[in-house]
C-alpha cells in the first residue's frame, strides 16, 4: 500500500489544519485526486511571505504566536485533493468550501483544492520533496495509527457519539462549482478589472503630481528671489532719495521687460 504526500510551507499548512484554508497554491497544474498527506517543510517561508500571512488574519494573534511554534519537517494532517482550478478561470473569486469563501488565500496560479482535512494529533517526523512524493512505508504506518487517533478523538466529540462525521461534511457539490450568482460573481470581476485599470491611471497622476511638485519648487524659488530683488529695490530707492546711492541704477531688473537680470 503506498500513499502520496505533499510538501507545504509554513505558515501555510497552519492555515490548512488550524484555519479555514483550504487552497493550495502552485505553479503548476495537477491531475492527482483523493487522499494525500501534508507535510510541513523543513524550512519556513520567507520573512515577507510571513508578514502577507500575518496580515491576512486581520490582527489575529494565534497566527503570530503559533509561528515560533509551528511543526516542521513533519506531516501534520490528511486531505483530499478535490479539484484544481486555474487562477485565469473567471469563477475563480468565488471558489468556496463548506460555504467559506477562499478570497483571501488565493494567490494562485493554480489552486488545488482541498477538502476533509483531518489534523493528526502528533506530527510524524519525516523528510519532505519537491512535488507528490511517495510517504515511506514506516513512516505511513505511524500517520495510520495517529489519523485513527484523530478519528476516535472527533468521533467522541460528536453528538451522536462517533456515528456521524469525522471531518468536513461532504459537499452537495463540487468546491469549484459553488459560485455566486451570476450577476454578483459578474459584478466581482468587473470591479477587479477596474481595480487592475485603476493601476497605470494612478502612476499617471503620481507623475502629474511629481511635475507639480516640481514647478511649485522652481515657483516658489522664484517668488524667493523676486522678494530679494525688491527688497534690494527699495533700499536703493531709499539710498537714491537720501543722495547716498552710487551703483548702477539698472543692474538688478531690465527696465524694458521687468525680468530680473541674471538668471
Known amino acids: 500500500m503506498t500513499a502520496k ?15 479555514d484554508k483550504r487552497v493550495e497554491n502552485r505553479s503548476r497544474p495537477t491531475s492527482f485526486r483523493g487522499p494525500v498527506w501534508l507535510h510541513a517543510s ?47 478561470r473567471r469563477d475563480v473569486v468565488s471558489i468556496a468550501v463548506d460555504g467559506i469563501a477562499q478570497r483571501r488565500w488565493i494567490a494562485g496560479p493554480h489552486l488545488y483544492v482541498l477538502r476533509n482535512v483531518v ?17 515511506p512505508a514506516d513512516v505511513l504506518v505511524d500517520c495510520e495509527e495517529m489519523l485513527e487517533m484523530a478519528k476516535k478523538k472527533e468521533g ?7 456515528a456521524g462525521r469525522t471531518t468536513d461534511p461532504e459537499p452537495e ?26 493601476g497605470p491611471r494612478m502612476a499617471g ?3 502629474d503630481l511629481d511635475v507639480a511638485a516640481a514647478a511649485h519648487a522652481e515657483a516658489k524659488a522664484r517668488c524667493q528671489k523676486i522678494s530679494k530683488v525688491r527688497a534690494e529695490l527699495f533700499e536703493r530707492l531709499l539710498a537714491i532719495k ?8 539698472f543692474d538688478l531688473v531690465d527696465p524694458k521687460t521687468g525680468e530680473i537680470l541674471g538668471e
Do not use: N, Y
Open 5 to 19: 504526500a505533499l510538501s507545504i510551507k509554513q505558515p501555510w499548512l497552519w492555515a490548512i489544519t488550524d484555519l
Open 42 to 88: 523543513k524550512v519556513l517561508d520567507s520573512s515577507k511571505a510571513r508578514d502577507h500571512f500575518l496580515s491576512l488574519l486581520h490582527g489575529d494573534e494565534r497566527g503570530r504566536a503559533a509561528t515560533t511554534t509551528m511543526p516542521l519537517g513533519a506531516i501534520v494532517c490528511r486531505a483530499e485533493i478535490e479539484d484544481c482550478v486555474p487562477l485565469t
Open 119 to 135: 489534523k493528526l494529533p502528533a506530527p510524524v517526523p519525516c523528510k519532505g520533496m519537491l512535488g507528490f512524493w511517495t510517504v
Open 156 to 162: 467522541a466529540k460528536s453528538p451522536d457519539g462517533g
Open 173 to 198: 457539490k463540487s468546491a469549484a462549482s459553488i459560485k455566486l450568482p451570476k450577476d454578483r460573481a459578474a459584478a466581482i470581476w468587473s470591479t477587479l478589472d477596474s481595480i487592475a485599470l485603476l
Open 205 to 207: 497622476a503620481k507623475a
Open 242 to 249: 537720501s543722495g547716498e546711492f552710487q551703483g548702477e541704477l
